[in-house]
């Protein structure tokens, strides 16, 4: 697992608004649309990077497809300390 997040997180250009996402929702649940504006990120650019964590099995979404309500998995809690190691080297 350690490899797919440095992949996804460090080893991209958007990994650091992918850190900054998986942050937001560790503090709380939102939507797309809270997201987008608490972190000032373009909704389409959100949506995408919900869908990158989302296959990756870091995140996931209530059952509603509009409104739906993003969190953390319980794979992304359990590496949580690698998450913010591989912070600590991105811009997030």
Do not use: C
């Amino acid at each position: 697992m350690e490899t797919v997040l440095w992949q996804v997180l460090a080893g991209t250009e958007g990994g650091p608004n992918r850190v900054r996402i998986l942050r937001a929702l560790d503090e709380r649940p939102r939507n797309r649309n809270q997201l987008a504006d608490s972190l000032s990120l373009n909704y389409k650019t959100v949506e995408h990077h919900l869908a990158v964590l989302s296959k990756h099995g870091l995140v996931e979404h209530s059952d509603s497809d509009y409104g739906a309500v993003y969190f953390t998995t319980e794979t992304a809690r359990e590496h949580w300390s690698i998450i913010e190691r591989i912070a600590e080297t991105t811009d997030a």
